[in-house]
């Protein structure tokens, strides 16, 4: 009885050795697959017998083959996969954003501002020459088509994020939806056993699904007792066993460039913290308080202010005899802080020059504005009538709600001084520049028109040239309206805040490669084929084989002995 049973101890041990031989064939074979997780026999001692007073051991028996795998090591992984990716995201965007701001060519928008300011300087030194004024106009539409290309831009990047948004919601239900049939196979394969062999093979594709939707969004995978993984993002559930939520991209109603992704099945927004999701994400707003195109409005929007605020103290070489200005008064008989929110107005008042050619005589006006915050405030009404009470010259407000003025012979003309108010900026008379942001930014019409128009003296029509000076200043020296600062300090402030953003991100992203590829080879290995360690197994396995037929071969010639004894 005893030798029969050696004989069923060492066929086990054969099916154990062939099993493991196989097992580091497939290793071996599988060394440079992508994705492919080492393989091992897990053995255990077969259960005994009792021979009288003695428990006899029947060998071994293979309980399972497993990968090789590290889970938490898998999840810290993949977690840090989808930070790099939404640091690789705005690493991309940087890129984009950091060569419209060109401060490293020689059309950089630094040298854009001292060129413009240069040009005033020349009209300082040349007032009658109508060649260098047609500069300064060209050097201000410069500036306005720099501004409003950078805007363009970062709107067309964010359009592009947009529609990559969708492409990536698809890839994730395509990942999902793959997801979800391995587990269905995983689960029918390995029939729920613990302990259980890994499903060779569907194991390494989901592990690889996975490792491609964690670079997609932030996602945190738990395996189930049964073999299948329940994948969450942000705390909802994406997929459990064969169960996937559908994914769909919406546009907001009150947002045309808004954009969400939400769960099909209950219309909720998906929390979204990693990933290239979450990058593009942040790209396609390019309106928030955060981002460039924020920066560069604020800046447009700054020397419009100066410039426009110093343009309006002055005259040009003519008066006017007509003049519409740029912007819409919405509310005329309220104060025009309120109907004007984004204007810089205060307690003041500008001056109205009136020349009469038939008579040569001028007359200066003065008309007051009062800004206190109170209900009783100057409205656009009460400017109104104030100009038409000067003779000579009425006011209006066209059909589209603009200002306009005009003298009432064609012996009358007209000019501005000493806008201490800021209104007539408010209104965009006389100013340099129309427009509120980077998108819309230009040089006013008139003045491409009449280049004469530009607002060269501070003293009178075509007297002397102090606001050309001031104008050439403008943008260097602090201002009022800017609490104290220059243009230049600002513009210097906001590429330095970019440029240390765009260092420090690409310091982010740096780190998390390398931290990452440390991971990653830690998991390789762990999880990875080593050739020399599979050459030892199959060494091992090879002895132990030899050894087991060098048993049979000797049982069998002691079972011959005995047969033949009897």
Do not use: C
């Not at 945190?220 to 993002?233: H, L, N």
């Not at 501005?416 to 129309?434: M, P, Q, R, Y």
């Not at 606001?467 to 200043?473: F, P, W």
């Amino acid at each position: 009885m005893s030798l029969f049973s050696a004989v069923q101890t060492a066929a086990t041990s054969l099916q154990v050795t062939q099993l493991g031989l196989q097992t580091v064939g497939n290793n071996i074979a599988n060394a440079n697959t992508p994705g492919y997780i080492r393989q091992q026999v897990i053995q255990a001692p077969a259960a005994g017998y009792k021979l009288g007073n003695a428990v006899v051991g029947l060998g071994v028996r293979a309980q399972s083959v497993e990968q090789v795998v590290d889970e938490t090591l898998l999840a810290r992984l993949r977690k840090t996969t989808s930070e790099l990716a939404l640091q690789e995201q705005r690493e991309f965007e940087n890129v984009n954003q950091e060569a419209m701001l060109n401060e490293l060519t020689d059309r950089d928008f630094s040298s854009m501002l001292n060129r413009f300011s240069t040009s005033f300087q020349e009209i300082a030194n040349q007032p009658n020459s109508e060649a260098v004024k047609i500069l300064a106009l060209r050097r201000g539409q410069e500036i306005a088509s720099q501004l409003r290309g950078m805007s363009e831009g970062i709107n067309e990047s964010a359009a592009n994020a947009r529609r990559s948004i969708r492409d990536v919601t698809a890839d994730i239900n395509r990942l999902a939806k793959e997801i979800g049939v391995l587990n269905t196979r995983i689960v029918e394969l390995e029939g729920g056993l613990d302990p259980r062999s890994s499903a060779v093979g569907l194991r390494d594709a989901r592990i690889k699904a996975l490792d491609e939707l964690s670079s997609l969004v932030n996602v945190d995978a738990s395996e189930q007792r049964d073999g299948s993984v329940t994948v969450f993002i942000g705390g909802d559930f994406l997929l459990a066993s064969s169960l996937v939520r559908e994914l769909k991209v919406q546009v907001l109603e009150n947002d045309p460039k808004g954009i969400e992704v939400r769960f099909v099945d209950t219309d909720s927004q998906i929390p979204i913290s990693g990933g290239k999701l979450a990058g593009l994400y942040e790209a396609a707003q390019p309106s928030r308080p955060d981002g460039l195109l924020a920066k560069i409005d604020n800046l447009a929007r700054d020397i419009i202010r100066v410039v426009n605020f110093v343009h309006s103290q002055g005259q040009g070489s003519r008066g006017f005899r007509d003049t519409v200005g740029e912007v819409t008064v919405l509310k005329q008989d309220q104060p025009i802080e309120i109907g004007n929110p984004n204007a810089d107005i205060q307690s003041g008042s500008f001056w109205i020059t009136v020349a009469d050619e038939a008579t040569s005589t001028k007359r200066s006006i003065e008309i007051p504005v009062v800004q206190l915050g109170l209900p009783n405030d100057s409205s656009p009404s009460q400017i109104i009538a104030a100009i038409n009470n000067i003779d000579g010259i009425s006011a209006s407000l066209t059909n589209d709600g603009k200002l306009q003025i005009k003298s009432d012979s064609p012996a009358i003309s007209f000019s501005f001084a000493k806008d201490t108010s800021g209104v007539l900026s408010a209104f965009g008379i006389n100013t340099f520049f129309k427009g509120n942001s980077a998108l819309d930014i230009e040089v006013r019409s008139a003045l491409l028109n009449d280049p004469s128009a530009i607002a060269a003296s501070s003293a009178g029509v075509g007297v002397g040239t102090d606001n050309a000076i001031a104008l050439a200043r403008a943008l260097s020296e602090g201002h009022p309206v800017l609490d104290g600062r220059s243009v230049n300090d600002l513009y210097q402030e906001m590429y330095s805040d970019s440029i240390r953003t765009i260092n420090e991100q690409k310091g982010i992203a740096s780190g998390l490669r390398d931290f990452r590829q440390a991971l990653e080879s830690e998991h390789l290995r762990i999880s990875g084929v080593n050739l020399d360690e599979e050459a030892v197994k199959m060494m091992s396995y090879q002895r132990s084989f030899q050894a087991t037929s060098k048993l049979i071969s000797t049982v069998a010639d002691l079972l011959e002995t005995l047969i033949n004894m009897v």
